[in-house]
């Protein structure tokens, strides 16, 4: 059974930073290209990033380019989310999605990143 | 960037009713377009990819179409289950954009 579970949500200060963790099981994680998804309380799905099976493909949404980073492991079945300089806006629930096309067919449960003094 | 505009923002319609729901790509993105159900408190479910392919293990019921830049999703026949929001995406290139989403209720 294929199975996301994400990790590292929390609450944080507006400017710090929060490292998300997405581990997988019950596939061959190294044939899946991954993203991160947002989802804000009420509010419908953002997409926010994209790594390729083998990580030479990275993107960003404009709202996160230059302070998320994505990265994954392989080795170790898991991706990452690098978040800096966080906002209130970055308030929501983290998903991390994925499949063997570009299209995320399996979904975590999601993590919630709150961004509040 | 595409812009994805999806449209109602929300209905109402009634059981067995056909219900369609809209997504305009603001640029062409071939049949890059996949629909997404989301049940209130529950994550996203993959309901069809390319356009019109239904995923695995969907009701026929769900079927998708694409006119130019114009994509559709059809419940042939709302049920109660169905209740839900749904959101496409494109994934022809980055950013993959949703659209904004549909929220589907019984009447």
């Known amino acids: 059974e294929v199975q996301l579970v994400e990790s590292g949500g929390g609450l944080v200060q507006p400017g710090g930073s929060l490292r998300l963790s997405c581990a997988a099981s019950?596939?061959?994680?190294?044939?899946?290209?991954m993203n991160w998804v947002r989802q804000a309380p009420g509010r419908g799905l953002e997409w926010v990033s994209y790594?390729?099976?083998?990580?030479?493909?990275?993107y960003y949404a404009d709202s996160v380019k230059g302070r998320f980073t994505i990265s994954r492991d392989n080795a170790k079945d898991s991706m990452y989310l690098q978040m800096s300089s966080l906002r209130a806006e970055d308030t929501a629930v983290y998903f991390c999605?994925?499949?063997?096309?570009?299209?995320?067919?399996?979904w975590g449960q999601g993590t919630l990143v709150t961004v509040s003094s | 960037d595409i812009q994805m505009t999806q449209s109602p923002s929300s209905l109402s319609a009634s059981v067995g009713d056909r219900v369609t729901i809209t997504c305009r790509a603001s640029?062409?993105?071939?049949?890059?377009l996949a629909w997404y159900q989301q049940k209130p408190g529950k994550i996203p479910k993959l309901l069809i990819y390319?356009?019109?392919t239904l995923q695995s293990g969907v009701p026929s019921r769900f079927s998708g179409s694409k006119s130019g830049t114009d994509f559709t999703l059809t419940i042939s026949s709302l049920q109660p289950e169905d209740v839900a929001t749904y959101y496409c995406?494109?994934?022809?290139?980055?950013?993959?954009?949703f659209g904004g989403g549909t929220k589907v209720e019984i009447k």
């Open positions: 995406q494109k994934y022809n290139s980055a950013p993959f954009t």
């Open positions: 640029q062409g993105i071939s049949n890059y």
């Open positions: 790594i390729s099976s083998n990580s030479g493909a990275i």
């Open positions: 390319a356009a019109s």
């Open positions: 999605a994925g499949g063997n096309s570009r299209v995320p067919d399996y």
């Open positions: 019950g596939f061959t994680f190294s044939s899946f290209s």
